[in-house]
């Protein structure tokens, strides 16, 4: 009996995991850039004898890598990246990635998030611009031009998930291994005057909130009348 409590705390620390991630995806539902979050939950065998119990584990989270809606805003600020990759922004924590591409200048000319963090290009430097050298055109490359010159290069970066990662103000993300340049990529480029939404889907997302709380209540009413179970059969043998 007791081994099934603990069967049945596993689980609900799983639910738990996965309602955090819920939450959070609805609550940034509406977040420019925004890619939501997954977990992936391991059977885990425990070693009680005569018989085995499989365990369910924390579950271990990743991200959804599902691209966005785009939008079109028509600024020549506003990017958007098209494939898998990400615009690299220097935080007070450190480099982080994002796929946030609502750029400012700033009045020394230096290219900043709404949050005014610094864009990073592909050598991991601040890209300075100048704000009254005429319009700011943007190459599906990243190529940024000016008067017809080149003048900066928007950085794009592949990144692994897979060790785990950090969530960071302005839909940043910091992962656990170093991301690296995009190098030679035909299927990643920048598009100019567009912005992409978050790739959650804010209606089955609730629709999943709902079923896992209802998992998770009707586990506490197991484990309540297994508790139940147990104290009676105490009670009994030692009456008895």
Do not use: C
């Not at 098209?82 to 796929?99: M, Q, V």
């Not at 995009?182 to 997302?205: H, K, T």
């Amino acid at each position: 009996m007791q081994t099934g409590l603990y069967v049945a705390i596993s689980s609900q620390m799983a639910l738990e995991r996965r309602l955090n991630t819920l939450a959070d995806n609805i609550a940034n539902s509406n977040t420019v850039g925004f890619r939501g979050a997954e977990v992936k939950f391991n059977q885990m065998l425990g070693d009680t004898k005569p018989t085995r119990v499989s365990y369910v584990s924390e579950g271990e989270e990743y991200i959804n890598t599902n691209t966005g809606s785009l939008a079109r805003t028509g600024a020549s600020l506003d990017f958007a990246i098209k494939g898998d990759a990400w615009f690299s922004i220097d935080t007070p924590g450190g480099p982080a990635l994002t796929r946030d591409g609502r750029f400012t200048l700033t009045e020394t000319g230096e290219l900043v998030t709404i949050k005014g963090y610094p864009v990073l290009d592909a050598g991991g430097a601040p890209i300075q611009l100048n704000g009254g050298a005429g319009d700011i055109t943007v190459g599906a490359d990243g190529s940024v031009h000016q008067n017809g010159n080149q003048v900066a290069l928007l950085g794009l970066y592949e990144a692994d998930f897979s060790n785990g990662f950090m969530r960071y103000d302005n839909s940043a993300v910091m992962p656990t291994i170093q991301p690296e340049p995009v190098v030679d990529r035909f299927d990643v480029g920048v598009m100019q005057g567009f912005l992409e939404e978050s790739n959650v889907n804010a209606i089955q997302e609730m629709s999943q909130l709902i079923m896992v709380t209802r998992a998770f209540d009707n586990i506490t009413a197991l484990m309540r009348d297994s508790e139940g179970s147990l104290e009676e059969a105490i009670k009994t043998l030692g009456g008895s």
